[in-house]
């Protein structure tokens, strides 16, 4: 299958950040570049912090990983993904588990985003990949684990 993730995942959509005061900030930081590359509205973040207050941190997947979204009509543009790895963790609930890399999906429909997903969930089943992710160096080497293991 083709290279979802290469696909949909912009560098300039991926970043290496300090941290957040709180797990709102963590969401504006992360989605920001979404923002600015055109990939969502600006009324996305607020869908995501909406969404959160509403359901609970449910696009927290396992320590260190949240999968940010909101529903298409939330504000997506386009389908896109993006990455922010925080240096300090960011926790969503009081009680943990802390995240430190934060994956925005921006899908437009209910179908489009399945086999990026496939290809995430496959990626993400491997805890030392987080942690790889969890602790690069840089923004582009953050970029090249989550595009070069798709493509392996």
Known sequence: MANAIAS??????????????????????????????????????????????????????????????????????????????????????????GVRVLVTLSATDSNSHIEVMRQLATMFGDPAKIEAIATAATADEVYHLFVDDAQA
């Not at 609970?56 to 320590?63: A, E, N, R, S, T």
């Not at 543009?77 to 609930?93: D, S």
Request: aromatic share 8%.
């Open 8 to 97: 949909m995942l912009n560098r300039d959509n991926v970043m290496i950040w300090e941290g957040a005061d709180s797990w709102e900030e963590a969401v504006r930081v992360a989605v920001t570049p979404l923002v600015d590359h055109g990939d969502v509205e600006d009324c996305y973040i607020q869908g995501i912090i909406d969404n959160a207050a509403q359901y609970g941190p449910y696009f927290v997947i396992c320590p260190d990983l949240a999968l940010l979204h909101a529903r298409p009509e939330q504000g997506a543009i386009k389908t896109a993904l993006g990455v922010c790895v925080m240096r300090e963790p960011v926790f969503f609930k009081p009680e943990g588990p």
